[in-house]
């Protein structure tokens, strides 16, 4: 029995960083935390239209236009493409 502890342990030790290296994973992207992202930028901008504001709302379009959700549309791009900051 304390054989087999040892093989069970060996192998664990040895398989261990192959197994913490195959699950890693990149942070998930979160769509309606970007959309959310985009409402709350784009309503700071309407209230203030300030380059801050602009640069907010612009990023967070970018960053939704840039990821893999399947809702980036057209409607999203050319939001980000008319938006001119100053």
């Known amino acids: 029995m304390k054989k087999f502890l040892l093989v069970l342990a060996a192998v ?4 261990l960083p192959i197994v913490m290296t195959s699950c890693d994973e990149d942070n998930p992207v979160s769509c309606s935390a970007m959309i ?34 399947e809702l980036a549309g057209t409607s999203y ?10």
Do not use: G
């Open 12 to 15: 664990t030790l040895i398989s």
């Open 36 to 69: 959310m992202d985009i409402t709350e930028a784009s309503l700071d901008y309407l209230s203030d239209q300030s380059t801050t504001n602009c640069n907010n709302y612009k990023n967070a379009l970018k960053d939704y236009l840039d990821s893999d959700c």
């Open 77 to 86: 791009q050319t939001s980000y493409d008319n938006l001119t900051c100053n």
